[in-house]
Each structure stands twice: as structure tokens, then as C-alpha cells.
């Protein structure tokens, strides 16, 4: 019983998992942030355009 205790203890898989996934969402995050503010730069600029035709 203790063994299987230290066997869960030690085992990193699921931490390492986690850490996956932590890193995956940081990605996902800085690629909304960069889309948003693209999008609000190119509406900027179409508009600016357009006022100008």
C-alpha cells in the first residue's frame, strides 16, 4: 500500500500533462490577442480608406 503511495507520488505524467495545457492556453491566448488587435488595425485602415474614395 505504501509503495503504491510513492509510485503516485513520484510519477510525473499527469504534472507533465498539465504543464501541456498550461502552455497550449498561454498559445492560444497571445494568438486571440495578436488576432484582435490585427483586426482592429486592418478596420482602422479599411475605414480610413474608405473615407477616402
Given at each position: 500500500m505504501i509503495?503504491?503511495?510513492?509510485?503516485?507520488?513520484?510519477d510525473?505524467?499527469?504534472?507533465?500533462?498539465?504543464?501541456?495545457?498550461l502552455?497550449?492556453?498561454l498559445?492560444?491566448?497571445?494568438?486571440?490577442?495578436g488576432?484582435?488587435v490585427?483586426?482592429?488595425?486592418l478596420?482602422s485602415?479599411?475605414?480610413t480608406?474608405?473615407?477616402?474614395?
Amino acid at each position: 500500500m505504501i509503495t503504491n503511495l510513492i509510485a503516485m507520488i513520484r510519477d510525473e505524467e499527469g504534472a507533465t500533462m498539465v504543464e501541456y495545457g498550461l502552455l497550449i492556453a498561454l498559445i492560444a491566448l497571445v494568438a486571440i490577442a495578436g488576432v484582435t488587435v490585427l483586426g482592429t488595425n486592418l478596420n482602422s485602415l479599411f475605414s480610413t480608406v474608405a473615407g477616402s474614395i
